[in-house]
């Protein structure tokens, strides 16, 4: 039984770029969300997706963006790279009955973002 | 604004210590309080608690919610090195259509030998 899975663990790029992460969710989960988390901090909620749809969005600029497929992987997208979105970002997977998560969240290893 | 705090945030004992560790959040909306284990990157689900004063044990981990003062602990009895991690306390809460977490900044625990 497969676990949350994040693809690439390491990037670096360039100021202004753009980036894509990916994220496979847990089998048998159908929502997953996004946190950014920079050195020393708690994670920060970015956005969730169920349904192929953002059902909810934290504090982030939209220069944060995001996608869900129908196999429910998800896509974080991040235009114009600033220096200070350097950080590990997140996956986390769950499953949604209503307004209730069922079984808690699973994370993943994460994504290690380095923008120079 | 979304809250929740955690002391203290970086504490070392020895191996054998017993150590506590404190969260505070907000009611807003809340649905349920989790503790994870963060070593390297991806936090590992200790517990979820819902109902205020019932413990939930795991081995030598052990937390409870007081839905009252609006706090959680979480306990670490004969801490072991490989004890050391971050430990996160996180808000479930409601919010529009789902759910999602408002975490701590974390606490560090460095058990040495």
């Known amino acids: 039984d497969a676990g949350v899975t994040q693809s690439p663990t390491h990037l670096i790029k360039t100021r202004g770029q753009q980036v894509t992460l990916r994220c496979s969710p847990k089998?048998?989960?159908?929502?997953v969300s996004w946190y950014q988390q920079a050195l020393g901090q708690g994670p920060q909620f970015i956005f969730q997706?169920?349904?192929?749809?953002?059902?909810q969005r934290g504090n982030f600029p939209d220069r944060f963006s995001g996608h869900q497929f129908p196999n429910y992987s998800s896509e974080l997208n991040v235009n114009a790279l600033l220096l200070g979105d350097s950080a590990l970002y997140l996956c986390a997977s769950s499953s949604l009955r209503g307004h209730i998560i069922l079984y808690g969240y699973t994370f993943g290893s994460g994504t290690r973002l380095t923008v120079v | 604004e979304d809250k929740v705090v955690q002391s203290p945030l970086s504490l070392v004992v020895h191996e054998g210590d017993t150590v506590t560790l404190n969260c505070s959040y907000e009611v807003t909306n809340f649905r349920s309080l989790l503790w994870y284990k963060q070593e390297k990157k991806a936090p590992t689900f200790l517990f979820m608690l819902t109902s205020s004063g019932i413990e939930k044990k795991s081995g030598r981990l052990s937390s409870i919610l007081d839905k009252k003062e609006l706090f959680s602990i979480l306990n670490i009895t004969a801490t072991q090195t490989g004890d050391s991690a971050i430990y996160l306390c996180?808000?479930?809460?409601?919010?529009?259509?789902?759910?999602?977490?408002?975490f701590g900044t974390g606490t560090l625990l460095a058990v040495q030998p």
């Open positions: 997706y169920y349904e192929e749809e953002e059902r």
């Open positions: 996180a808000e479930n809460r409601y919010g529009g259509a789902t759910n999602k977490l408002i």
């Open positions: 089998s048998g989960h159908d929502t």
